[in-house]
């Protein structure tokens, strides 16, 4: 394989990309567990920034509804 800039004249390439694509989007395009190696049947590990996200996210839904069921929410709502 060489590394090109650009995918423009080179012979094949528009091809090459409708078969990659159809590959891609195709009922095959998945592999079943079985027919993996074993080191790539385990689930991926979870993000910790995408856990970090998801806990903020819930702590500012909670925070919300907490501060909405506040008495001083009427009050203070308009500064939002």
Known sequence: MTWTPGH???????AADVLA?????????????????????KPLPLSSSAMKQSHTRGLRDTWRAVWRLSPRYR???HLE
């Open 75 to 77: 009050r203070y709502a």
């Open 21 to 41: 694509k159809l590959a891609a989007s195709g009922p095959a395009a998945t592999s079943s567990r079985s027919s993996l190696p074993r080191f790539l049947r």
């Open 8 to 14: 423009e004249g080179i012979r094949g390439n528009e």
